[in-house]
């Protein structure tokens, strides 16, 4: 039974920076391509950042380009986000997914979930 359990979200000033962790049990990330994606109140689940299964490509939403950074490590079996530059509207509850598919950019293209993390960005 795979798992993915999100760590790291907490409140933060603006300008500031936080690491979300996500570690996997069940299964092993090399084998999926991962994704951090963002749900703030109101509106619908986001693409924030993606890697594919060897880590070899990542890609990002225009709104947080620059500013965050998807990596993993296998040994650990966790993919990270480095979000850095925060701003009040990445304020959200932060989900870590897995999909099968070479490249995981939509919600419906992710197999498993994590439970998701709070990050609140105060002004």
């Not at 391509?33 to 299964?53: D, H």
């Amino acid at each position: 039974q795979v798992q993915l359990v999100e760590s790291g979200g907490r409140l933060v000033q603006a300008g500031g920076s936080l690491r979300l962790s996500c570690t996997a049990s069940g299964g092993t990330i090399s084998s999926w391509s991962m994704g951090w994606f963002r749900q703030a109140p109101g509106k619908e689940r986001e693409f924030v950042a993606g890697i594919n299964w060897s880590g070899s490509n990542t890609y990002y939403a225009d709104s947080v380009k620059g500013r965050f950074t998807i990596s993993e490590d296998n040994a650990k079996n966790t993919v990270y986000l480095q979000m850095n530059s925060l701003k009040p509207e990445d304020t959200a509850v932060y989900y870590c997914a897995a999909s099968w598919r070479n490249e995981l950019r939509l919600p419906e293209d992710a197999n498993y979930w994590g439970q998701g993390t709070q990050v609140t960005v105060s002004s």
